[in-house]
């Protein structure tokens, strides 16, 4: 089915649904910041790998969503969505994180992209739900990296949550948003229960050759991926992450693909944890190998916060990050006033953010910015 046949059908599914009753769907995130680099442009040194620290790293970016979702009937519900962005960054190439690729544009403050991140619509039941359009789908990122490293985003059609009992599954069929040569298949069991508060999801995706992929002689290829959640992990969670590609295949999603005889590995460990009353961190670790060296990457950073009370926080961030060829880090340090909310992930925030960073080259420097961040 062509892009424009599934941005069809999820017409229909919201048409369909247009005379239930429905509850707007409205929020969104917003950055808004400015900074100096040693009496220069704002551009902290890039320490290696796929990601770097966000903190003292981000500029103006936002993003919102609206649609309606509702009741159809007593065993029939809708959901009809969409997201545009706005981007302004300090360099003309920003990361189009729907299908984690790097993606070279020139922006403008506050320019809505000319396509819409996603615009999609679906009807569920007891069974599952059926939608179709273009969608953040299978995505999870590591917060203080702002690294999607599962992310099965794209232009598709599918069903998802259908309850077999072991677990939910879902199924998919995505186009690839960056190339012509490639479709792809993804199938994902979610929520298999291992133990109390613990869980494994598993999927798969399978990268098949269009016509135009066929003529430039790509290969087929298959990216396996499991999951392991602990929710009651030290009284936060622990995620742990690995996936493993071929071919076409070996760049792990469906936006983008890669050349044939490549495969990649990507390990993740992810955690939140409060520590004592006042005291939380997010942390991580990746390492991903690969048959090119761009693909090589290894890399761990945390991020301590301690809430002083309502309105005070301290934020430190520190990265190190190895690429095929050396290391380089990174070290934030974030005085936050949070406006009356307590903890780690309370919003909004205003931060003052000085900033260290060394490349693997060597070279370093040192920034300041201020930065306003908010979920609404």
Do not use: C
């Given at each position: 089915m062509s892009r424009m046949n599934k941005l069809v059908v999820a017409v229909a599914l919201a048409t369909a649904a247009s005379t239930a009753s429905a509850d707007l769907?409205?929020?969104?995130?917003?950055?808004?910041?400015?900074?100096?680099?040693?009496?220069?442009?704002?551009?902290?040194?890039?320490?290696?790998?796929w990601a770097a620290n966000r903190l003292g790293r981000e500029g103006t970016y936002g993003e919102h969503t609206f649609g309606w979702e509702g009741d159809i009937s007593d065993d029939m519900t809708f959901i009809a969505k969409g997201t545009v962005n706005y981007i302004n960054q300090s360099t003309a190439t920003v990361t189009d994180t729907l299908?984690?690729?790097?993606?070279?544009?020139?922006?403008?403050?506050?320019?809505?992209?000319?396509?819409?991140?996603?615009?999609?619509?679906?009807?569920g039941t007891d069974f599952g739900r059926v939608w179709a359009g273009r969608r953040f789908y299978q995505r999870d990122d590591i917060h203080i990296l702002d690294f999607w490293y599962q992310d099965m985003s794209g232009d598709g059609i599918g069903i998802e949550n259908i309850d077999v009992g072991v677990g939910?599954?879902?199924?998919?069929?995505?186009?690839?948003?960056?190339?012509?040569?490639?479709?792809?298949?993804?199938?994902?069991?979610?929520?298999?229960?291992?133990?109390?508060?613990?869980?494994?999801?598993?999927?798969?995706?399978?990268h098949t050759a269009t016509s135009e992929g066929d003529a430039a002689g790509l290969d087929a290829g298959t990216a396996l991926r499991v999951r392991y959640t602990d929710d009651d992990f030290y009284g936060g969670w622990l995620k742990l992450y690995a996936s493993h590609g071929r071919d076409s295949a070996s760049s792990l999603v469906p936006a983008w693909t890669t050349g044939n005889g490549s495969d990649m590995t990507r390990f993740v460990a992810r955690s939140y944890t409060p520590i004592g009353d006042n005291w939380e961190a997010e942390a991580y670790a990746v390492h991903q190998t690969g048959s090119e060296d761009w693909m090589k990457w290894t890399g761990f950073g945390i991020r301590p916060v301690y809430q002083v009370d309502d309105n005070w926080a301290y934020a430190v961030d520190v990265g190190f990050h190895k690429n095929a060829d050396d290391w380089g880090h990174e070290l934030?340090?974030?005085?936050?006033?949070?406006?009356?909310?307590?903890?780690?992930?309370?919003?909004p925030q205003l931060r003052l953010i000085g900033k260290y960073a060394e490349a693997p080259s060597g070279d370093s420097n040192t920034s300041i910015g201020l930065q306003f961040e908010t979920w609404y």
């Amino acid at each position: 089915m062509s892009r424009m046949n599934k941005l069809v059908v999820a017409v229909a599914l919201a048409t369909a649904a247009s005379t239930a009753s429905a509850d707007l769907i409205s929020n969104g995130y917003l950055r808004v910041g400015i900074g100096k680099t040693e009496g220069g442009d704002f551009n902290p040194a890039w320490t290696g790998g796929w990601a770097a620290n966000r903190l003292g790293r981000e500029g103006t970016y936002g993003e919102h969503t609206f649609g309606w979702e509702g009741d159809i009937s007593d065993d029939m519900t809708f959901i009809a969505k969409g997201t545009v962005n706005y981007i302004n960054q300090s360099t003309a190439t920003v990361t189009d994180t729907l299908g984690s690729a790097d993606v070279s544009e020139t922006v403008d403050l506050f320019n809505v992209n000319e396509d819409v991140k996603e615009a999609w619509a679906g009807v569920g039941t007891d069974f599952g739900r059926v939608w179709a359009g273009r969608r953040f789908y299978q995505r999870d990122d590591i917060h203080i990296l702002d690294f999607w490293y599962q992310d099965m985003s794209g232009d598709g059609i599918g069903i998802e949550n259908i309850d077999v009992g072991v677990g939910k599954l879902s199924l998919a069929k995505i186009d690839a948003l960056y190339t012509d040569q490639v479709s792809s298949f993804d199938a994902q069991l979610s929520g298999i229960s291992i133990g109390t508060k613990k869980s494994i999801d598993v999927g798969a995706l399978v990268h098949t050759a269009t016509s135009e992929g066929d003529a430039a002689g790509l290969d087929a290829g298959t990216a396996l991926r499991v999951r392991y959640t602990d929710d009651d992990f030290y009284g936060g969670w622990l995620k742990l992450y690995a996936s493993h590609g071929r071919d076409s295949a070996s760049s792990l999603v469906p936006a983008w693909t890669t050349g044939n005889g490549s495969d990649m590995t990507r390990f993740v460990a992810r955690s939140y944890t409060p520590i004592g009353d006042n005291w939380e961190a997010e942390a991580y670790a990746v390492h991903q190998t690969g048959s090119e060296d761009w693909m090589k990457w290894t890399g761990f950073g945390i991020r301590p916060v301690y809430q002083v009370d309502d309105n005070w926080a301290y934020a430190v961030d520190v990265g190190f990050h190895k690429n095929a060829d050396d290391w380089g880090h990174e070290l934030a340090i974030a005085p936050t006033y949070t406006f009356g909310n307590f903890g780690f992930w309370s919003r909004p925030q205003l931060r003052l953010i000085g900033k260290y960073a060394e490349a693997p080259s060597g070279d370093s420097n040192t920034s300041i910015g201020l930065q306003f961040e908010t979920w609404y």
